[in-house]
């Protein structure tokens, strides 16, 4: 597999949220702004190519029996910095985002790509996929965000443009609208085929 394939497959053909659909909670429950969507997503991007990059480092010096709890450490470790950053330098956004910060480290994707991707290939080919599929969940955040944002407050970004239907902002909106991406997604994926 070269190199740009790796970085690329995590943004559209293995999306985490929209194609495999891993990390649905934090999609439902942070997307109601696009800020709160952009905020999350790097979040868990730095987490990803952090985590992938030690535990591919790692691996051959991770005995096999512990290897589940080591990658929890790992990552563990990575979400208490960005947790720790984003209190000291971004206040706003961390009490926004609230819990589904340190969840982080229980989030499928990320320990999904530590235990079926960074522990079997290089620490490139690592580095790539950490990146590649943090991309692509930011990307799907950010989209379902925009969609709820723009239909449940009628703004974009804070800026008003009309009065929005408020279903959109609560959770049953949320899976509506991610429902609705995920069917586009999938729907264009069939067609390119």
């Known amino acids: 597999m070269s190199k740009w394939s790796i970085l690329t497959k995590g943004i559209i053909k293995e999306n985490p949220t929209l194609v495999l659909v891993l990390g649905t909670c934090p999609s439902l429950a942070v997307t109601t702004s696009v800020s709160n969507a952009i905020g999350m997503g790097l979040a868990t991007t730095f987490v990803l190519l952090m985590s992938n990059m030690l535990i591919s480092s790692l691996k051959s010096v991770i005995p096999n029996k512990v290897r589940i709890p080591a990658f929890i450490v790992i990552i563990a470790t990575f979400v208490s910095i960005v947790d720790l950053i984003l209190q000291g330098f971004v206040p706003v956004l961390a009490a926004s985002l609230g819990i589904f910060i340190p969840l982080i480290v229980v989030n499928c994707i990320v320990l999904g ?73 999938g729907y264009l994926k069939r067609e390119k085929n």
């Open 113 to 185: 790509r530590a235990e079926a991707f960074a522990s079997k290939n290089s620490v490139l080919d690592s580095i790539l996929d950490g990146i590649g599929m943090g991309i692509g969940f930011t990307f799907a955040l950010t989209i379902i965000a925009a969609f709820r944002e723009l239909l449940g407050s009628g703004s974009i970004l804070g800026h008003k443009l009309f009065d929005g239907a408020l279903v959109f902002v609560l959770a049953p909106g949320a899976f509506f609208v991610m429902g609705f991406v995920i069917a586009i997604v």
